[in-house]
DNA sequence: GTGAAAGCGCTAACAT
DNA sequence: ATGTTAGCGCTTTCAC
């Protein structure tokens, strides 16, 4: 059923049919009311394309995700993040186009997905410093918002991020304080903003105390379970091991258990890891949550918000970029659980 | 630049410049070359809403993923699902449409995304017996393809599968052989029909050897971390406790691994776990790889496979629907790592 | 308050 | 081999 059989049904014009169902003002209540309910009683859905197509909207929004496995898509707790902005996008009654691309068509990927008009908006993930694709939505003028920030510190683009460097920075001091001064770092891949954030932070807060950091013991890969296994093997192997681990991703720290495990080894009497525990549970909201579903709920949050951002920065394309930083607090929870050395 | 200006520009009508972008025949080779030059150089893309209502394809598929957090979405391998299915879309040319909905609103955006013209064809995940998507799709004709099957051995619909039934069996009868008589399953929501056939197997598997499955030690719930560390924590704090654990789950397996460590128990020694070891590495496609790692490529290729099929089912409509059943060793790495007791 | 007509950017019959 | 014309299903002026 389409408008055109439907106004015909209806004895009305399809301007008419189509001003009641949009809500517009001009239509009286009576025929309002009588289309609305011939149109529900006959499960009239307006054709979404033939709507975009007049209005210029497209009521939909891209994310483009290499394939690399050096990204995101390789980390469990992504799909939390993805579901979190999905269901806002429905709520809104945006449509949620994932691009799976590889690595080297991403940019190639943007351009399309916006001169195509195929999407409103993009979200743009892990970004690198000067990302490309920042400079050239902006350049183009395609509404956007930023999983993570490039670089600086107050972006005047639309972006969600964590405290990534007080988070580190917590987490190592909190080790410091217990006295380890042998630690290592397992952290993300160094060429996106948020392992940079996190390594400056663990570098500073060595440095604050006296200490150099050793690139021996320090990390960086994906965020991986396999990874946190490997790099603990290699940590525990080295000559000189650490007594203490920080890693950079609560998908890390159970390849580190592991390798503890495996060892016939224990946490907190043989090594030191910065960690999560179910045993523990963690507040959030007011909720006693095991810290993984915590974890996962505050990724979704995440998600959540970087998508209401965009969709309000479409909205009102003149109105401030709006943007969020999560606090540390939110990101001991999301990389390396609480401060709780087991 | 839209196909008007660009057709101005070069001084030819639009169907020409239409025909010799898409390949049709009857455009001499000479303005075929000229006309894609100009385009290329001109950095045209043809708009792809406008296309869409012109064609009545869509070149999207919808994916359907229940926020409920009982369903796949929690289950972080899943993200390997879609991205395997994603790139086979994008490698053909069409878009992925994510719809995250409530759970209760999960068979209306089936319907919307159908009759709104949105997509071509969409994929059901988790299905249950006698899933009402299945019979609804059929009705109205939109192609879909199932990950998974409802109920039925050799479904007519297009379906990928693994062999849920024969990877289980084949887990319960090394444990069996092992010596072990009390063994638990830390199965899936049993709603659904791959852990119906996961508990059907593990129970003819005990009792064809004369033993009787214990409702006390099969749990069924969401395939998290969290649910398996707690159901092990259940099955070991039991009066009568087993001596060997079963997780329909790779993601569980962590769980169990990490009450038992919080324990200070040990792995083959205090009760016996069919799992999966990093230090084993598991060849498959004749590379040797991390368990892990493994497991979560052969739910890519899942994603994949399910995602060529159902682009077959659309190009040829009336060709018999393609399936896939994977092999239960290829299961056995995917949910309970290859049968190995540690 | 309602309707006729134009148009969004493209494709596809039907000419020529 | 190329052009003309008529849609695809909707929204949106502009008239009435």
Redesign the pocket.
């Known amino acids: 059923m389409?408008?055109?059989?439907?106004?015909a049904a209806l004895?009305?014009?399809?301007?008419?049919?189509?001003?009641?169902?949009?809500g517009?003002?001009?239509?009286?209540e009576?025929?309002?009311k009588r289309v609305r309910e011939f149109a529900k009683a006959h499960n009239?859905?307006?054709?979404l394309?033939?709507?975009q197509?007049?209005?210029?909207r497209t009521m939909a929004i891209g994310h483009v995700i290499p394939t690399s496995g050096k990204h995101e898509i390789v980390n469990p707790i992504f799909a939390d993040f993805i579901s979190g902005a999905g269901e806002v996008y429905s709520e809104n009654g945006y449509d949620l186009l994932l691009s799976v691309v590889r690595d080297d068509e991403q940019e190639q990927t943007y351009r399309d997905l916006a001169q195509r008009?195929a999407v409103d908006g993009v979200v743009i993930h892990a970004p690198e410093q000067n990302d490309p694709r920042i400079a050239y939505l902006e350049d183009i003028g395609v509404p956007f918002a930023v999983h993570g920030r490039a670089g600086q510190q107050s972006p005047d683009y639309c972006w969600v991020d964590v405290d990534n460097y007080g988070a580190i920075r917590l987490a190592t001091d909190h080790l410091l304080d217990l006295g380890h001064t042998r630690i290592a770092l397992l952290n993300g891949i160094e060429t996106i903003d948020f392992a940079q954030q996190r390594r400056r932070a663990f570098c500073d807060a060595l440095e604050a105390r006296g200490l150099h950091p050793d690139p021996d013991i320090m990390f960086a890969g994906e965020m991986t379970e396999y990874e946190g296994y490997r790099n603990a093997r290699a940590c525990l192997d080295h000559p000189n091991p650490p007594t203490a681990i920080i890693a950079s991703s609560i998908i890390m720290t159970i390849g580190v258990r592991r390798l503890v495990q495996t060892r016939g080894l224990s946490l907190g009497t043989d090594v030191s890891l910065v960690t999560y525990d179910d045993d523990l549970s963690y507040l959030r909201n007011g909720i006693e949550q095991p810290i993984y579903t915590a974890v996962k709920s505050s990724v979704r949050e995440a998600g959540s918000l970087l998508a209401q951002n965009l969709l309000k920065t479409i909205q009102d394309q003149s109105a401030p970029r709006p943007n969020h930083l999560l606090s540390a607090e939110l990101i001991i929870g999301q990389t390396t659980g609480p401060c709780v050395t087991s």
């Open positions: 389409n408008l055109k059989e439907l106004s004895g009305l014009s399809q301007t008419t049919v189509s001003r009641a169902l949009n517009y003002p001009e239509v009286s009576a025929t309002r009239y859905r307006p054709n394309r033939a709507k197509l007049a209005t210029g008009g």
